[in-house]
């Protein structure tokens, strides 16, 4: 074994670094202050999409927290009254959600996306663990004509990045989702975009890693990390060559152990899964309202939506999500009533950086603590790629890609 490192995380970005550095050679501890049931990832709606181009600190986001900003049903929302930190990451996002930073930041997400979508395709034809890949693409369903305006906008950035996008009016939307209301105008299809179960993937990888010899500590704090190469977690001392933090939204929480910190906000959402009978094939995202639309497998479809910005608890505000029901009732007019009151609620925290791109690199000052955090909604799509780079800089490697636009302390 080339070294000891210590992972920091167990979400889904923590296990595919834990999983590419196992592959590199190093003996590698896994350490999650939770069971590792019930991460962000899990209630994921599954989505591998490299079509996703647009950073989160846009023009369009802007407008949209404004627009919402006193709506208690919206699919955006900010808490109130916001807290200091929350204050200086918004002045930072501000700052940054404009055209020239928006095209800037296209580029390399696009080339991030990209290759993550190119290491779970390798994933999976090398059968490194059992999961289940669809790659039926994603539909952009857009439920005014607003919304199709600014999606083609999208879609002509997209394509413009190399990213296939295909225009559709409402009626051939309807032909490849039947179950589509008649009232939808159009959308578009991202025929390279996929999903995955992230539940099963995240349950498969952490089998693999322990059946090759990953230490797994659940329920297990970190309470010091020291100049020695040594962290405390539950009272123990722990040697490491290298550490990598990949805690989510609670990253900081550890980067305060060594004097440092990122911007870092919680964009808390909703899903739930329903099991129906009504036919919905394709992964889909309602565009208007803001909701993932992920079919699995035993006729159970799983919805996600809202951002509700600087919430750090798993409370579900009722107004908001009974008008997420009622948007998926809209343009699903064919599934059964979904009675909010009686659905089982999941709810968890995306870790958004200031300006949409992660954290991926080390920590400035401390050349063997790595972070690795911030992907906001695209944790499931850039899980492989952050991991791969993450073992390729502990071990001193080429890097696969040019990981400055990523940097911490930017």
Not at 163 to 191: D, H, Q, T, W
Not at 380 to 407: C, H, M, W
């Amino acid at each position: 074994m080339k070294g000891k490192v210590i992972v920091a995380g167990g979400g889904i970005i923590g296990l595919f670094s834990a999983y590419y550095l196992h592959q590199s050679g190093y003996q590698v501890t896994v350490v999650d202050k939770r069971d590792l049931s019930d991460s962000c990832s899990y209630g994921n709606a599954g989505l591998i999409v490299p079509s996703h181009v647009i950073p989160l600190a846009s023009p369009g986001m802007v407008s949209a927290a404004v627009r919402y900003l006193l709506k208690p049903n919206a699919p955006v929302g900010v808490k109130m009254p916001p807290s200091m930190d929350f204050l200086q990451w918004s002045w930072r996002f501000l700052l940054t959600a404009n055209k020239h930073s928006v095209r800037e930041s296209s580029v390399v997400l696009n080339e991030l996306t990209t290759f993550s979508q190119s290491l779970y395709q390798q994933l999976f034809d090398e059968k490194a663990f059992p999961f289940q890949m669809n790659e039926k693409g994603v539909l952009m369903i857009c439920q005014t004509r607003r919304a199709l305006k600014e999606e083609t906008e999208v879609a002509e950035v997209a394509n413009g990045l190399g990213v296939v996008a295909n225009k559709l009016s409402g009626e051939e939307l309807r032909s490849m989702e039947p179950s589509l209301s008649v009232n939808i105008p159009g959308g578009i299809y991202y025929p390279g975009d996929g999903n995955i179960v992230p539940g099963e993937l995240m349950k498969s990888l952490i089998a693999c890693l322990e059946q090759a010899g990953v230490t797994f500590l659940r329920n297990a704090s970190i309470t010091s990390i020291g100049s020695d190469h040594a962290a405390v977690i539950n009272g123990e001392k722990h040697a490491f060559d290298a550490l990598v933090i990949s805690a989510g939204i609670w990253s900081n929480e550890l980067l305060e152990l060594i004097g440092s910190k990122v911007p870092l906000q919680p964009g808390r959402g909703y899903s739930f899964d329903f099991p129906h009978d009504a036919e919905v094939g394709h992964p889909a995202l309602l565009v208007d309202s803001r909701i993932s639309v992920t079919p699995f497998q035993g006729n159970i479809t799983r919805f996600g939506g809202v951002m509700e910005l600087g919430y750090w608890n798993h409370r579900v505000v009722k107004r908001r999500f009974s008008e997420m029901v009622r948007s998926i009732q809209r343009c699903y007019p064919s599934l059964p009533p979904i009675a909010p009151e009686t659905i089982d609620v999941w709810s968890g925290h995306r870790p958004c950086s200031f300006d949409g791109l992660p954290y991926i690199g080390r920590i400035p000052g401390n050349e063997c603590v790595f972070l690795a955090t911030g992907h906001s909604m695209l944790g499931i799509t850039l899980a492989p790629a952050t991991g791969k780079l993450i073992s390729e800089l502990v071990d001193g490697q080429q890097l696969s890609l040019n990981l400055y636009p990523f940097r911490v302390g930017r």
